[in-house]
């Protein structure tokens, strides 16, 4: 009898390590934003090699279909000496071994299949398979059971980890002293066994005062390992990221934490030096720890502010200015449009804005690029100017997870939602302005990513935003609205430059309208083009190869959508040619009184709230007037034989 126990032991045994390495963890839900998810692999031995083996996720959920979502390489890793390797986001510790963004990992009910094969072998939407499969895990986040799921992967049980955000759990695998191996949910242990067995790790934490420095500061960064050091523990650290090296600091990054201690710290002196090189962030990162140390937290991200940054010559769209910017339309480019009338200049100007043979259209990915260029800040060249929030964002502060908070995105004027766009994989990929799809009127989808109707903005005012139409969407409580004009002229282009968009009145839900237009309108004349939104029409230009026409020929809204609908336009009508575009308003911003200079014949004045409504009417004028209004940003319409020009004026 003692010969068949022994026996069976040895066969269960055998049974728990019928695979040289094992899915030990996973955590696909801590917490709530999934900023500390993580999956644990376990070889029979330390030190175990994972090349050859990747990991697939499979998307458990009715349009996932059973089918992969991600792959991960495990070449060139191996575990550790406890014969664990630790894949997970940064905001697991201790750090993992193998990096991978935050939110990635699916909740539930999904599969993550260990396999001994190429990444190649599992294209994204492959359906879960046993070929070639090593382990595997079908769980859940108290999901029911997805029995196909379970039947694709080989498995026979779904497990839930049945945690919250006040007490995350983690699926775990246990092996008890009958080498019995059986899951379940508990307190997570990332990078230690589950059992609280094996070799004792002493993770170290990366830890500074500020998250931002200017150039020429002076600060620590202080290393403090779980419990004291046995011996002087040695170890080199890196800043380097990017274009920030060793000539933008001064500082040791060779240290010691001494026998029985659990400290250390280093100054760093961050270097002032001349050159306008943009903001940039130093990565404080571990070179060289060695277990039983390992780093707790690593790739510590610390802003340095260039304090060489570039003002324009021209104002932010609150404190506007007119005639510094020059327009760069090539000579001639609206000519075929003089003559035309209703459906005829539509067409011409579709023609031309629309050209197959000149136009081009971006990556979706390209536009960042594009908007820290178009969309700079006139008062700081590191930094983008927000379209709804009316405020500078440092370009580094673009988002890049699903945190927004202080963050900048890409805001669809004309929600995509509306307009029925959307990307594909190639719109990943930022290649820069020389590599480009022909585009047409036809081509749609590349609404997307057209420049001219994308504004950088701050991501929270974007999801607030959401897909509203404009009169429903009048922007943040307490701004000037100095957007207003700007937006109205990039959903008018849409309208012309591709089929299948239009701009109503009203609010309507047939996708490819947007509304309001005649609020729209009312924005188009109150809030004319300024420096800011001209220059922004020649950047965008140089990457599109076509433009705005609302910018460049704003009188010609009217001729489409407005008064003069059916009038012959001529490109002449545009142009001021009694002067009024040369007067002088100043001081702007004022306190209430404003001057005029340039002033030619009897002129009338309008002022006009960012709104449209008229508030003050002067028939004539001499060298100033007295403007008893609140502070804000209002519109001056000054009027002369029959032609007329608008400018903003800031009261504060």
Known sequence: MNRIFASIVFFISLMSWSQTIVINELDADSPSTDTAEFVELKSETPNFSTDGYILVFFNGSSSGGDSSYMVIDLDGYTTDNNGLLLIG?????????????????????DAVGLYLASINDFPEGTLATQTNLVDAMVYGTNDSDDTALLALMGETTQYNDNGTNANPKSIQRFVDNMDVESFSAATPTPRRENDGSGSDINPV???????????????????????????????????????????????????????????????????????????????????????????????????????????????????????????TQPIGYYDSTDGLADTALRQALQDIISDPTTVRAQTYADVTDILKEADQNPLNS???????????????????????????????????????????????????????????ADSLRHGNSDAHALRAADAAENSSRGNQHYGQYVGPTGTLGSFRGDVARSVLYMEIRYNGLEVVNGFPNTTGQLGDLATLLDWHRND?????????????????????????????????????????????????????SEVIIYPNPTNGRVYFAGLKGDTKIEVFSIEGKLLKHYESIDDYVDLDL???????????????????????
């Not at 071994?97 to 009910?109: F, K, M, T």
């Not at 990162?285 to 940054?309: A, I, K, T």
């Not at 202080?406 to 995509?416: A, L, V």
């Not at 010609?556 to 003069?564: A, D, F, R, S």
């Open 205 to 327: 934490t990366i830890s500074v005062v500020e998250t931002e420095y200017g150039e020429g500061d002076t600060f620590d960064i202080t290393f403090t390992s779980e419990t004291n050091v046995s011996s002087d523990l040695n170890f080199t650290i890196s800043l380097d990221n990017f274009g920030f090296d060793t000539s933008d600091f001064t500082g040791n990054l060779s240290l010691i934490i001494s026998t029985g201690s659990n400290s250390t710290s280093t100054t760093i002196n961050l270097v002032d030096d001349t050159t306008d090189e943009g903001d940039e962030v130093l990565e404080v990162q571990f070179l060289d720890l060695v277990e039983p140390l390992v780093p707790s937290n690593n790739f510590v991200e610390v802003r340095v502010v260039d304090n060489d940054f570039t003002m324009a010559a021209w104002g932010t769209p609150v404190n506007p200015t007119t005639g510094i910017v020059q327009s």
């Open 89 to 109: 986001s940064g905001g697991v510790s201790p750090f993992p071994q193998l990096l991978i963004s935050e939110n990635v990992i699916q909740n539930g009910a």
């Open 630 to 652: 609140a502070k804000g940003l209002y519109i001056l319409k000054l009027m002369n034989d029959n032609r007329s020009t608008s400018k903003k004026i800031i009261l504060d």
């Open 528 to 580: 004319p083009p300024d420096d800011f939104e001209i220059n922004r029409n020649n950047i965008v230009y140089n990457w599109q190869k076509n433009r705005n026409p609302f910018i460049d020929q704003p009188l010609m809204v009217e001729y489409i959508w407005g008064t003069n609908v059916g009038d012959t336009w001529d490109q002449s009508l545009s142009v001021d040619d009694n002067g009024l």
């Open 382 to 440: 590191n930094q983008v100017w927000l379209v709804y929030s009316e405020e500078g964002r440092p370009k580094l502060d673009f988002q890049t997870s699903s945190d927004n908070t202080g963050k900048w995105n890409r805001e669809h004027t004309f929600p995509r939602s509306r307009g029925g766009f959307f990307d594909i994989e190639d719109d990943e990929i930022a290649d820069g302005i020389d590599i480009f799809w022909t585009t047409k």
